[in-house]
């Protein structure tokens, strides 16, 4: 089946401008995460949804950065304000139910490389 | 707080060597260990965990809670292991689910 997509595949802006990066689940997978990697570092949490709800955004580095999965499907990673030092891969993936061992892998998209010129 | 540490940024061995790919970790409560891979041009992918004690592609890890390690090995490397490799922590039982990475060791299986 289709895996776990994201779009743009990049994303180039200015510093000051908001962008919006989308990610599709795999179809089922109730849970969804957003992570960064910036270059020459391991992903770096963000952001988890189990359904709708925001289930710990412990990993958000300011109020800059927002993200919302109104119909518990897809979820949207928003940023205002961009900053270069928010230049990076954002990695969204998914699973079925994380409290359980057998349901809950991760499964990655392929990214979006975002550069804040 | 969790921390996984790679200490490796590069590993560099003969097509046919062994291969250890080291992995340390910091954490207060019960983890569960997962080596994650990314070949070129591909997406992140889980290649084993520790709970399923299993042999993928030929690698194995086993998590030693005395040295706080999950090493990854393999007996004899092939080319098609060349690749990016994650080591990852969840404190699952604990009810975290995010994923702690460390930063990566970048496997080149020499010809």
């Known amino acids: 089946g289709a895996g776990v997509s994201q779009t743009p595949s990049n994303k180039v802006t200015e510093k000051g401008k908001y962008v919006e990066l989308r990610c599709d689940p795999i179809s089922g997978h109730t849970a969804l995460y957003w992570y960064r990697q910036s270059l020459g570092q391991g992903p770096e949490f963000l952001i988890y949804?189990?359904?709708?709800?925001?289930?710990?955004d412990s990993g958000l580095p300011n109020d800059r950065f927002f993200a919302v999965r109104p119909e518990g499907s897809v979820s949207t990673l928003k940023i205002q304000r961009t900053e270069r030092g928010d230049s990076a891969v954002y990695l969204c993936a998914s699973s079925f139910d994380p409290g359980l061992a057998d349901t809950d892998t991760q499964y990655f998209g392929p990214g979006t490389r975002l550069t804040v010129l | 707080a969790q921390r996984v540490t790679q200490p490796e940024k590069l590993l560099s061995v003969f097509k046919g060597a062994p291969v250890e790919l080291k992995c340390n970790y910091s954490?207060?409560?019960?983890?569960?260990l997962f080596w994650y891979v990314q070949y070129s041009r591909q997406r992140l992918q889980l290649l084993l965990r520790?709970?399923s004690r299993e042999s993928i592609k030929g690698f194995t890890a086993d998590l030693n809670k005395g040295e706080t390690s999950f090493h990854l090995k393999k007996p004899f490397a092939q080319e098609e292991d060349s690749a990016m490799y994650y080591c990852a922590l969840s404190g699952r039982l604990a009810g975290s689910y995010q994923l702690t990475f460390g930063k990566g060791t970048k496997l080149s299986v020499i010809p």
């Open positions: 954490y207060s409560g019960s983890p569960e």
């Open positions: 949804f189990q359904g709708t709800g925001a289930a710990d």
């Open positions: 520790h709970i």
